[in-house]
């Protein structure tokens, strides 16, 4: 489990909750080298202030503690803590929503670029479409547990087949000007996981609802040759299994 865990790391939703409070932001970064024996004693200054600079925290803040830091400095912090054991890949946990929107672009952009510097595997859970086309290379839709839709970001993004993505896609903000407001929610209220609905789990709130997806399990089927899509609406082509 220990090797693992330096292969895998997290960045949690909530930065500063993620945080020990009484260690500071030079014991909150020795602890995984120590704990992980990544370099000897008389290397860890200098591997600290590799890993500030890395995730650009300003030397002065390595005697202060996660109270003292703004929630952007904070997950700057949570970042180069999970970067610290040299992992191969990082799983972002919904890590931007608690975070401003400008904080959240600068964190985006910081984690692009580790990407690509590094060469790291990341893993993005979140409701933030931007980030996920700024991120990653494919996309799995989820709706109350189950992907509904899964294949290259860019494609589903321009393309979204399924009727929940579809809605999600159409409730993106435009950076334009001149463009109109997002259009209005769903209908309806998402049921309780413990008394999910027959057939596909959507239907209820669906706009192209059919008989059958009151009923029936929804197919898999891979539409275009690259985007798969559980869904009725989508019959033609080969069944693929889950």
Known sequence: LDAFRRRAQVIFRDPIASLNPRLTVAETLAEPLQVHRICPPKEIPGRLADLM?????????????PAALSAGQCQRLAIARALAVQPQFLLADDALAALEVSTQAQIVNLLAELQRQMELGLIVIGQDLRAVRRLCQRVAVMYLGRIVEMGPTEEILAKPRHPYTQALVAAMPKMRA?????????????????????????????????????????????VDGSVTVWCHLYSEGPAVRR
């Open 53 to 65: 600079g890395l995730v650009g925290l300003a030397p002065e803040l390595r005697r202060l503690r």
């Open 178 to 222: 001149d463009a109109p407001p997002p259009v209005a929610a769903l209908a309806g209220e998402p049921p309780v996981a413990e008394r999910l609905p027959p057939g596909c789990a959507f239907h209820p709130r669906c706009a192209k609802v059919k008989t059958v997806c009151r009923s029936g399990s929804p197919p898999v089927r891979r």
